[in-house]
């Protein structure tokens, strides 16, 4: 009878868990198709395209969301329990609240590897895919970024002179090692530009003390320069921090890389500890869910339960946030950033464990 309920309550929990995937799934699409379509009106584009970028996109969309849909799944499961009157069944076989909360756990910990070895490759690629598709429709296509051994490699358009722009390595908001090279429409060479460091925090760069190569002489400017250009720091690190798009093997070969560049990898460590923590999340998730349920009077309405969930949600995200800041700009270690809170969580989660079985 004990393995009849398993299966039974281990059933009903996964089909809540996935209509929640399927209404935030058919939301997160919704909300996207409008901005792609905006994104692409200009374009002589296929009709069907902006649909096709909104389901590439809407997987990593509910990536974010999972904590969320665990949370409300396992009250939904709570709520039918109750409606059914189904909760009776524990106490007739002899068993006891910890019971649901284990199962749930067990469910939900299976959840996170399910998503973490089959769910996020697949988003990571239709991610991959999605900002492929956009780049070649970009305004910005003209304007060319790549990273490899040699450093960053940057191709502007400023007032109809192209610039090739190498930068050896970059320490935020810092271009080091910087070499330019301005050619004209025709792509003659105009002249080329060496710095030891440009500031690049916004759009107009700041070149100090630059040396000039032009008409095989050379001439070094005791003074600054500002360089208008398409680029700044946050443009830069979005176009090689698109971490989505990465499966956990590709961010590891780029944390390499990075760290035989000198760059900085703080973001894709946080990207990394998040994902592969997300078993561990989506079970302390589940038993908060369950001890919420298990503790509020039953007369309360079931809209209750469902907004008090959502609520809560909303608390953990934004917390969740404020410690990836956190650890984002050196306040804090990043392993700390993302344990911390899951830490707090799991012991408000043992508190309420301790007289659970006597509700």
Same mark, same amino acid.
């Given at each position: 009878?004990?393995?009849?309920?398993?299966?039974?309550?281990?059933?009903?929990?996964?089909?809540?868990?996935?209509?929640?995937? &399927?209404?935030?799934?058919?939301?997160?699409?919704?909300?996207?198709?409008?901005?792609?379509?905006?994104?692409?009106?200009?374009?002589?584009?296929?009709?069907?395209?902006?649909?096709?970028?909104?389901?590439?996109?809407?997987?990593?969309? @509910?990536? $974010?969301?999972?904590?969320? &849909?665990? @949370? %409300?799944?396992?009250?939904?499961?709570?709520?039918?329990?109750?409606?059914?009157?189904?909760?009776?069944?524990?106490?007739?076989?002899?068993?006891?609240?910890?019971?649901?909360?284990?199962?749930?756990?067990?469910?939900?910990? %299976?959840?996170?590897?399910?998503?973490?070895?089959?769910?996020? +490759?697949?988003?990571?690629?239709?991610?991959?895919?999605?900002?492929?598709?956009?780049?070649?429709?970009?305004?910005?296509?003209?304007?060319?970024?790549?990273?490899?051994?040699?450093?960053?490699?940057?191709?502007? $358009?400023?007032?109809?002179?192209?610039?090739?722009?190498?930068?050896?390595?970059?320490?935020?908001?810092?271009?080091?090692?910087?070499?330019?090279?301005?050619?004209?429409?025709?792509?003659?060479?105009? $002249?080329?530009?060496?710095?030891?460091?440009?500031?690049?925090?916004?759009?107009?760069?700041?070149?100090?003390?630059?040396?000039?190569?032009?008409?095989?002489?050379?001439?070094?400017?005791?003074?600054?320069?500002?360089?208008?250009?398409?680029?700044?720091?946050?443009?830069?690190?979005?176009?090689?921090?698109? @971490?989505?798009?990465?499966?956990?093997?590709?961010?590891?070969? %780029?944390?390499?890389?990075?760290?035989?560049?000198?760059?900085?990898?703080?973001?894709?460590?946080?990207?990394?500890?998040?994902?592969?923590?997300? +078993?561990?999340?989506?079970?302390?998730?589940?038993?908060?869910?369950?001890? &919420?349920?298990?503790?509020?009077?039953?007369?309360?309405?079931?809209?209750?339960?469902?907004? @008090?969930?959502?609520?809560?949600?909303?608390?953990?995200?934004?917390?969740?946030?404020?410690?990836?800041?956190?650890?984002?700009?050196?306040?804090? +270690?990043?392993?700390?950033?993302?344990?911390?809170?899951?830490?707090?969580?799991?012991?408000?989660?043992?508190?309420?464990?301790?007289?659970?079985?006597?509700?």
């Amino acid at each position: 009878m004990v393995k009849t309920l398993d299966k039974y309550f281990i059933s009903l929990f996964f089909k809540k868990l996935l209509m929640l995937s &399927i209404i935030f799934f058919s939301l997160s699409f919704t909300l996207t198709i409008f901005e792609e379509i905006t994104f692409l009106s200009d374009t002589t584009s296929a009709f069907y395209l902006p649909f096709m970028l909104a389901i590439f996109n809407a997987p990593t969309t @509910l990536l $974010e969301i999972f904590p969320f &849909i665990i @949370l %409300i799944a396992a009250q939904l499961f709570f709520i039918d329990l109750i409606k059914k009157k189904e909760n009776e069944l524990i106490k007739i076989n002899n068993l006891n609240n910890f019971y649901l909360i284990k199962l749930l756990s067990l469910c939900s910990f %299976i959840f996170g590897i399910l998503i973490i070895t089959t769910y996020y +490759p697949i988003s990571s690629k239709l991610k991959f895919i999605y900002s492929d598709i956009k780049n070649v429709y970009s305004e910005d296509g003209k304007y060319l970024k790549h990273l490899n051994d040699n450093g960053i490699w940057i191709k502007d $358009e400023i007032e109809n002179e192209i610039y090739i722009i190498n930068g050896a390595t970059k320490n935020d908001p810092f271009l080091e090692d910087v070499f330019i090279s301005k050619f004209n429409k025709n792509f003659d060479l105009i $002249e080329n530009i060496f710095t030891k460091k440009i500031n690049i925090t916004n759009d107009e760069w700041v070149i100090k003390n630059p040396t000039i190569f032009k008409d095989n002489r050379q001439i070094q400017l005791e003074k600054t320069i500002i360089l208008n250009t398409h680029f700044n720091i946050d443009k830069i690190n979005s176009a090689f921090r698109n @971490l989505n798009s990465f499966n956990l093997f590709q961010l590891i070969d %780029i944390k390499n890389e990075n760290k035989l560049l000198g760059y900085s990898s703080q973001d894709i460590d946080l990207h990394f500890l998040k994902i592969i923590s997300l +078993p561990i999340y989506f079970t302390i998730l589940a038993i908060i869910s369950s001890l &919420i349920m298990l503790n509020i009077k039953k007369n309360k309405p079931y809209i209750f339960h469902v907004l @008090l969930g959502i609520s809560l949600s909303v608390i953990i995200y934004y917390i969740n946030n404020i410690f990836n800041v956190f650890g984002l700009t050196n306040k804090i +270690p990043i392993y700390l950033s993302i344990f911390f809170p899951m830490i707090f969580l799991g012991i408000v989660s043992m508190i309420g464990l301790i007289r659970i079985n006597e509700k």
